[in-house]
């Protein structure tokens, strides 16, 4: 069972958040942030450290995505802690859909081509950031960002946070569509990031899945 709590008003949306613990839920309190489309166009695009290249996304590359998907994601939570086996085995099992990733009603590949970017270093991808468009064009929002702990402090995330938001924006920009993007609420590393590119909290929420084994 998974759910979403929206922790904004009404309060006792709140109080739910606080009481599935107690039922046996696995909660993820989340906070999500949101930019107006004119952001990017302030934002100067860093340069990678040297060794380090851009790897947009190609249906070759897929291995490679693949690779960084099952192997940085479990290493997610901003202080560099692993998941637990339990999780890192629910985790990999979001690669058995990994080549239909995110859905898309047409042009899979050629948007997948035009948004989703790794980093490259010694022939393994280090980081990445996987991006979609919502409501209707709407909503550019990057999904997941992620970059492999032994490569913090490089600037990677801020790259590929700036290189898809203006790939995003290039591609699929509208006068009324907004960035958006979220991290969970423990990952202080995340979250100031986001605060110095210029986003602005927007919602805050609680993920939790309950298992029934």
Request: glycine share 8%; hydrophobic share 35%; net charge negative.
């Given at each position: 069972?998974?759910?979403?709590?929206?922790?904004?008003?009404?309060?006792?949306?709140?109080?739910?958040?606080?009481?599935?613990?107690?039922l046996g839920f696995h909660v993820v309190p989340r906070i999500e942030f949101?930019?107006?489309?004119?952001?990017?166009?302030?934002?100067?695009?860093?340069?990678?450290?040297?060794?380090?290249?851009?790897?947009p996304y190609q249906e070759s590359h897929f291995d490679l995505f693949a690779d960084a998907f099952t192997r940085i994601a479990p290493a997610a939570g901003g202080n560099g802690e692993l998941y637990d086996p339990e999780k890192i085995?629910?985790?990999?099992?979001?690669?058995?859909?990994?080549?239909?990733?995110?859905?898309?009603?047409?042009?899979?590949?050629?948007?997948?081509?035009?948004?989703?970017?790794?980093?490259?270093?010694?022939?393994?991808?280090?980081?990445?950031?996987?991006?979609?468009?919502?409501?209707?064009?709407?909503?550019?929002?990057?999904?997941?960002?992620?970059v492999a702990h032994e490569h913090w402090g490089k600037g990677i995330g801020r790259y590929l946070t700036t290189r898809c938001m203006q790939n995003m924006k290039s591609h699929y920009g509208r006068p009324d569509s907004y960035f958006s993007i979220g991290t969970q609420r423990d990952n202080i590393r995340a979250r100031d990031l986001y605060y110095r590119l210029g986003f602005s909290r927007d919602t805050l929420s609680t993920r939790a899945s309950y298992s029934l084994k």
């Amino acid at each position: 069972i998974d759910l979403t709590v929206d922790e904004g008003v009404p309060s006792h949306c709140a109080w739910l958040g606080a009481l599935l613990p107690e039922l046996g839920f696995h909660v993820v309190p989340r906070i999500e942030f949101r930019a107006d489309h004119s952001l990017v166009d302030n934002l100067v695009l860093p340069d990678l450290p040297p060794d380090y290249l851009p790897l947009p996304y190609q249906e070759s590359h897929f291995d490679l995505f693949a690779d960084a998907f099952t192997r940085i994601a479990p290493a997610a939570g901003g202080n560099g802690e692993l998941y637990d086996p339990e999780k890192i085995s629910i985790k990999s099992k979001e690669l058995e859909p990994f080549n239909s990733f995110y859905a898309y009603e047409e042009s899979t590949v050629e948007l997948r081509k035009n948004i989703w970017m790794g980093v490259l270093h010694n022939q393994e991808i280090v980081g990445y950031s996987f991006c979609d468009i919502w409501r209707k064009g709407r909503q550019m929002i990057i999904l997941e960002l992620a970059v492999a702990h032994e490569h913090w402090g490089k600037g990677i995330g801020r790259y590929l946070t700036t290189r898809c938001m203006q790939n995003m924006k290039s591609h699929y920009g509208r006068p009324d569509s907004y960035f958006s993007i979220g991290t969970q609420r423990d990952n202080i590393r995340a979250r100031d990031l986001y605060y110095r590119l210029g986003f602005s909290r927007d919602t805050l929420s609680t993920r939790a899945s309950y298992s029934l084994k």
